[in-house]
């Protein structure tokens, strides 16, 4: 499948079946993140890969995960993050996101679905496994086997806006 395949095929997934991720497929999901750019190379994600039931359970007190068998804590060490020197942005929240971009398309490839997450009680999951207040936590990624019809890859053609709406050239 070639990269606009795969990104086109990708949907949010609310509904998992009752069913493992198998090591192997995690193990690739996680390798995607590893080698995800960042700026200045700098890697200040922080994963936690929730797979144990009582892991899922904790989880659970402070995000709806829909019953998904792996749950992926994406946090941040803003400390360790490249500053924009121009203005002293951290981008830190901008490296978390392009690691769960990463992470999520790779999931797609290997036949998983997956929902990105922010809605969330980041003090309950920080809390429940006891997260250093040195690292925010940006956003949850649900992954597992679908249960539910995908929706079709054709959707984005009129449920995105045009290129001309959302790009200029100079």
């Known amino acids: 499948m070639d990269f606009l395949q ?7 997934v609310r509904k998992y079946k009752d069913m493992p991720v198998e090591k192997e497929k995690l193990d690739k999901i996680l390798e995607a993140g590893r080698v995800a750019p960042t700026g200045v190379n700098a890697q200040p994600q922080r994963i936690i890969a929730v ?6 359970e904790k989880l659970g007190k402070g995000a709806k995960t829909f019953n998904a068998p792996v749950v992926l804590i994406v946090c ?23 690691v769960t971009d990463h992470m999520m398309l790779q999931a797609t490839e ?17 809390e429940e496994f006891n997260i250093p207040n040195s690292y925010e936590i940006v956003n949850l990624l ?13 959707r984005h053609g009129e449920m995105r806006k045009r290129i001309d709406e959302t790009v200029t050239y100079a």
């Open 6 to 12: 795969i990104a086109k095929s990708r949907y949010s």
């Open 51 to 56: 797979t144990s039931r009582e892991g899922l």
């Open 110 to 126: 290997l036949g998983l679905g997956t929902v990105w997450m922010c809605w969330f009680k980041p003090d309950v999951i920080r």
């Open 76 to 98: 941040t060490d803003k400390d360790s993050a490249w500053v924009r020197p121009a203005d002293g942005k951290n981008i830190a929240e901008i490296d978390a996101s392009i």
């Open 142 to 154: 649900a992954v597992g086997y679908a249960d539910c019809e995908p929706l079709s890859a054709d």
